[in-house]
Structure formats: structure tokens, C-alpha cells
């Protein structure tokens, strides 16, 4: 059974720092787009960034220049870097892997951003 794991979520003040792991098993994300999405209470579930299987990556307008998507194909994981998170930022935070019609989920990890 696939899974992906996600950690590293927490409580953080405004202008920190959080970084998130995705651990995939049971696939091998080198062939996969992968992305990070997250949900807010009461909003809809947006995505935040993707990187591809060749290392291209894309934000949201929202996390430009604050987040960076990286993978690593040899630990079969994928990070998210956030720095001078939000308030906004506030949100459970997904993973997901998407190749042809397959696609994956994570059970997210809980960011939260408050002083």
C-alpha cells in the first residue's frame, strides 16, 4: 500500500521557520510530479507548490520567495522550506504525488502560525 508520510508541522511564531518532510513508500517519487497543498479551517484546499520529476519548480503567488520545494529521488522524500511564515500560513499542510492517473495522498501535518 502506498503511503506518504508527512512531518515537521508545528506552532510557530510570525517570521519563523518550519520546514516539512513528505517520506513516500511504496512508489518512487523520481517519476512523480510532487506537490504540497494545504487546507485552512472553513477554505477550500489550495496548492502551495510543485516540483517536478525533472526539478521544475511553481508557488502559489501567496508563498513566492518565502517557501522552497525541494526532493531528494534517493530518499524518496520531498521538503518544503518556510520561512517568514504568516498567520496566514495557518493550515494543514498535504502532500501528494501525481504520475499519469495516479495520484497520492499524505494525511497532512498541522502548521500553525501565532504568537
Known amino acids: 500500500q502506498v503511503q506518504l508520510v508527512e512531518s515537521g508541522g508545528g506552532l510557530v511564531q510570525p517570521g519563523g521557520s518550519l520546514r516539512l518532510s513528505c517520506a513516500a513508500s511504496r512508489i518512487a517519487i523520481s517519476i512523480y510530479t510532487m506537490a504540497w497543498y494545504r487546507q485552512a479551517p472553513g477554505k477550500q484546499r489550495e496548492l502551495v507548490a510543485t516540483i517536478t520529476s525533472g526539478g521544475s519548480t511553481n508557488y502559489a503567488d501567496s508563498v513566492k520567495g518565502r517557501f522552497t520545494i525541494s526532493r531528494d529521488n534517493a530518499k524518496n522524500t520531498m521538503s518544503l522550506q518556510m520561512n517568514s511564515l504568516k498567520p496566514e500560513d495557518t493550515a494543514v499542510y498535504y502532500c501528494?504525488?501525481?504520475?499519469?492517473?495516479?495520484?497520492?495522498w499524505g494525511q497532512g501535518t498541522q502548521v500553525t502560525v501565532s504568537s
Open positions: 501528494n504525488a501525481k504520475w499519469t492517473a495516479l495520484g497520492y
